[in-house]
């Protein structure tokens, strides 16, 4: 959740203008639902068309945003006075980097920290670091240097400039872009992403329910007197990566620290987006299915977690049901 920013006036601009950012941010995503789909049509036929149906209703909820954009313009303060966030996103990658790769911290906890301490440091800021901690995530056996690491923060930074004012509100945004700065930092340095199996269903539903859980508890700590969104999120990532993997188990609870996480995303929604804990736990689940149905894919970037959470966020705030329900409250 991305905003006006005190401190200094926002001019409303064109919409033309931000118009990349926002295509940035919806084509990632829909690249990675979209490959979704495919594994899934692959691993468990008889799911194929619930991940269909939720890749439709992202691709309306994408364009329908993007149109609004074109058609009503965004508030942005310009490069220049974003400057200390585009900063903000690079440093905070190379510092959960370090963390990560170099102290032997897992990537939810040291993400998570970064975030938290970077949101009491400045809440202005906050957001800005938390997009760059999930950069920092990226593995060190694809992404081997901070070279690499700062050139996908740089550009991650970059476009948290581009696409401010678009997709607002939901959940997930922040990962999105860090995943789109890692792809092209990959891209254009030749980094070999790798690929991760999906496990069988044993594991599976785990990994829903732990998605779920992270929405629910990220909204319920919001609620706290003193927690944003960020802190909240952060504070559900490190309960997620002390205690799975000690209740569950080494790489079990790993991944569900991992689907704790993507889930906590997506309790970072705003009201407007998805309100209430129902479309909160319907929207957690379905980013515990992409999540799952997304492994093979650009393994070693960081990102994927939130794009998994956007997509869902997105899907979910665009059905029917869930419309009905936010207007019924």
Aim: hydrophobic letters at 55%; charged letters at 10%; glycine letters at 14%.
């Amino acid at each position: 959740m991305q905003g006006p920013i005190a401190g200094y006036p926002v001019p409303k601009r064109p919409g033309l203008k931000f118009f990349p950012g926002a295509l940035a941010v919806g084509l990632t995503s829909a690249a990675l639902a979209t490959l979704a789909l495919v594994e899934a049509v692959g691993h468990t036929p008889w799911l194929a068309p619930l991940q269909a149906a939720i890749l439709a209703l992202f691709v309306f909820g994408a364009a329908r945003e993007v149109a609004r954009i074109l058609r009503e313009g965004t508030a942005a303060p310009g490069f220049r006075k974003q400057a200390p966030e585009a900063i903000a996103v690079l440093a905070a990658a190379l510092a959960t980097f370090a963390l990560h790769a170099r102290l032997g911290l897992s990537s939810v906890a040291a993400s998570s920290l970064v975030g938290f301490v970077a949101s009491l440091a400045s809440r202005r800021l906050g957001a800005a670091a938390f997009c760059g901690s999930f950069v920092g995530m990226a593995s060190p056996l694809a992404y081997e240097t901070f070279g690499a690491v700062a050139a996908s923060g740089a550009l991650a930074g970059l476009l948290f400039v581009a696409a401010f004012g678009s997709f607002d509100g939901f959940g997930g945004k922040l990962g999105t872009m860090a995943l789109a700065g890692s792809l092209a930092s990959a891209f254009f340095g030749r980094v070999e992403l790798h690929s991760l199996v999906i496990p069988g269903w044993d594991l599976g539903l785990e990994v829903v329910a732990a998605a779920s859980l992270g929405a629910v508890a990220t909204v319920l700590l919001a609620k706290v007197p003193g927690i944003d969104a960020v802190r909240a999120s952060s504070l559900a990532g490190l309960a997620a990566a002390l205690f799975l993997p000690a209740l569950a188990g080494g790489e079990r609870g790993a991944t569900l620290a991992l689907a704790a996480f993507t889930g906590s995303f997506v309790g970072m929604s705003q009201p407007k987006r998805l309100r209430g804990i129902v479309p909160m736990t319907l929207a957690g689940a379905v980013s515990g299915l992409v999540f799952l149905f997304a492994l093979p894919w650009f393994g070693g970037a960081g990102g994927k977690l939130g794009a998994s959470a956007f997509v869902a966020s997105v899907a979910v705030s665009s059905a029917p049901a869930v419309n009905g329900f936010r207007r019924a409250e």
